[in-house]
């Protein structure tokens, strides 16, 4: 029987932590302040990547022949 309501006592624990994360949007304000300019400076430091705006587009004349 102890071992019965430390499991209902871990997973009211469980329960209680993921609602408030959800509730708060708690998530998602992880993703937007440290994930995101984490990444936005990961990506923009990067040396090397070519601007995909500036390559010509060639279209080839055979393909509506």
Aim: net charge negative.
């Amino acid at each position: 029987m102890k071992l019965i309501f430390k499991i209902i006592r871990i997973f009211a624990i469980v329960y209680a932590a993921l609602f408030a994360v959800f509730y708060f949007d708690l998530d998602g304000k992880l993703l937007y302040y440290v994930y995101e300019p984490l990444m936005c400076k990961h990506y923009d430091n990067i040396e090397g990547r070519r601007n995909i705006v500036e390559i010509p587009y060639d279209m080839k004349e055979d393909i509506y022949d």
